[in-house]
C-alpha cells in the first residue's frame, strides 16, 4: 500500500527536505500536498513541489493569517494557483478559537479565496476551527464555488454535523486526535465518516500523536487505519466505539432529515430553511446543530409543503409557527401553502420573522400574508441600525433595519396581527429605546426571555 499525505507544512521547518524526501519514499508515502497558509509560504512550497517528483502544493492563506491578506496576496496566490503541480486552493477558512483576526475578515478572506478555487476549477482545503454555523452558512451558500471538492481539513465538529459538510459534497482529514485513547472531537467523528470520503494524516511538523516531537509525513502510515501503532485492545475498542459512534451518526442523520416539524410546548414549529439574511451573533443556531435536542440543520434540502403537511399531521396543537433555523419568508409560497392547510384544520398560525421578507422577495410581501397568518413576531433587536448592524450583521447592512421597519408598517396597514420583540437581556434603556420605535411604526412591542 502507498500513502498520500495530503497536508504537511515544510516551509518552517528547517527539513533537510532531500535526505526526508529519501525517507518518506521509504516508508511508503509517494506522494505529499504541502499545505500553503501564507503567501510566502505558497511561495516556497512551491518551489520545493518543482524539485520533487510526488510532491505537490496548495496556495492559499490561513484564517489566521486574513488580517494581512489584501490585493496583492490575492494576487500572488492567484499567481501560483497555475503552477502545474498546484492542486488545491489551501488551507483557507474560518478559526474562531482566538478573537483575532475579526470574524468578519475572516469570511471576507474565505469567500475571496473560495472564489480563486472556482476561477481555477481547484478543490479547496479547509481549516474550521469553533465555527460550526458560520462555516456551514457560508459552504452552502457558495456551493456553487465548491464545484471541485473540498476536504474538511484536520476535521473537529464532531460526528452530528459531519452530516452536514457531507451533505454538501466534502471529504474529511483527520488529525492524529484520532488515535487518542478518548477522542472527543475527531475521533468520534472519524468513525462514522464514509471511507470514499474520508482520509486520516498528521500535520507535519505540528500535530499530535508526536507530541514533543516532530511529526514527518514518513512517520504516518504507522498512524494508518492499515497499521497504526495503537494496540491491538485500544484497536478493539475503538471499533466498538466507533459501532456506537456510527449508530449515534445514522439516528443524527435520521433526524436532521426528518425535523421539518418539531414541538415546543403546546405548538409545532415548522423549519423551511436554513438561508437567512441576517447572522445573529445571538442566534440559537450558532455553533450548534441542535435546538431543545432537534436538529433543524437541513441536510437533505429544503421541505415542500406537502413534506412539511405530512409532519404536521392532524396539526395537534394550539398553534402553528414558522420559525427554524432561517428565516421562513425565504419559501414564502411554500409557508402559504402550508398556512391553507393549517387554517382547514382549524389552528393558528404564526410567523416569527426578521421583517426582511420585503427585500428577500423583492416586493412588498405584506398583502400576500392577509388571511394567511393570524400572527407575526418581527424581531427588532435593536433600537437603531447601527446598533442592529452590530447585533445581526445582515446580508444588506444599509437597508436591512429600515426595511424590516417598513415591513412591519406595511404589516399594520393590512391588517395584520404584528408586534415586535426583543429580548430582555439587551437592557432597560435599549427596551426603552425600542419601545419609542415601536411606537413610531405603530405596533406593540413584546419583550421575551432570551432562550438558547
Ligand atoms: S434572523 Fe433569526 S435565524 Fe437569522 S440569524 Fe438572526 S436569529 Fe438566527
Known sequence: ????????????????????????????????????????????????????????????????????????????????????????????????????????????????????????????????????????????????????????????????????FAALGGYFSFGGVACFKMPETSGRACAPAPRSASSRRRTAPISPPCAGRRTRPRTFPSSSPASHSCGERRRRRSRRRSCKTQKHSLQSWDKIMDTYVYRIGKNLYVNLTNRCSNRCTFCVRNGKDTFEGYHLWLKDGEPSARQVEEALGSCDCDEVVFC???????????????????????????????????????????????????????????????????????????????????????CRENGLNCWFSVVDCIGEPEVEACRAVAERVGIPLRVRPMIG
Not at 2 to 23: C, M, N, R, T
Not at 133 to 162: I, K, P, Q, T, V
Not at 324 to 338: D, H, N, S
Open 324 to 410: 427554524g433555523f432561517g428565516e421562513p419568508t425565504y419559501r414564502l409560497a411554500t409557508m402559504l401553502e402550508v398556512c391553507d392547510y393549517v387554517h382547514l384544520l382549524g389552528k393558528k398560525t404564526r410567523l416569527n420573522t426578521n421583517g426582511h421578507g420585503s427585500i428577500i422577495n423583492e416586493r412588498d410581501i405584506a398583502p400576500e400574508l392577509v388571511g394567511k397568518l393570524d400572527g407575526i413576531n418581527i424581531s427588532l433587536n435593536a433600537s437603531n441600525a447601527k446598533l442592529y448592524e452590530k447585533l445581526c450583521r445582515p446580508l444588506y447592512p444599509d437597508m436591512a433595519f429600515d426595511s424590516m421597519l417598513f415591513f412591519a408598517q406595511a
Open 1 to 164: 500500500m502507498s500513502f498520500l499525505d495530503v497536508h504537511a507544512h515544510f516551509a518552517e521547518e528547517g527539513y533537510d527536505i532531500p535526505a526526508e524526501w529519501q525517507k518518506i519514499g521509504a516508508a511508503g508515502v509517494a506522494r505529499v500536498i504541502l499545505a500553503g497558509d501564507t503567501l510566502a509560504h505558497s511561495r516556497m512550497h512551491r518551489d520545493l513541489s518543482a524539485q520533487y517528483e510526488g510532491m505537490y502544493f496548495t496556495a492559499g492563506v490561513h484564517p489566521s493569517e486574513a488580517a494581512a491578506f489584501d490585493e496583492g496576496t490575492l494576487a500572488g496566490i492567484e499567481e501560483l494557483l497555475s503552477s502545474p503541480k498546484c492542486v488545491a486552493v489551501g488551507e483557507v477558512g474560518l478559526d474562531y478559537h482566538w478573537d483575532v483576526p475579526d470574524k468578519r475578515v475572516q469570511q471576507a478572506v474565505f469567500s475571496r479565496q473560495l472564489e480563486l478555487a472556482h476561477k481555477y476549477r481547484l478543490p479547496v482545503q479547509i481549516h474550521s476551527r469553533d465555527c460550526f454555523a458560520d462555516m456551514f452558512a457560508m459552504l452552502r451558500e457558495r456551493r456553487e464555488l465548491l464545484s471541485d471538492g473540498f476536504l474538511m481539513h484536520c476535521y473537529s465538529h464532531g460526528a452530528a454535523n459531519l452530516d452536514a
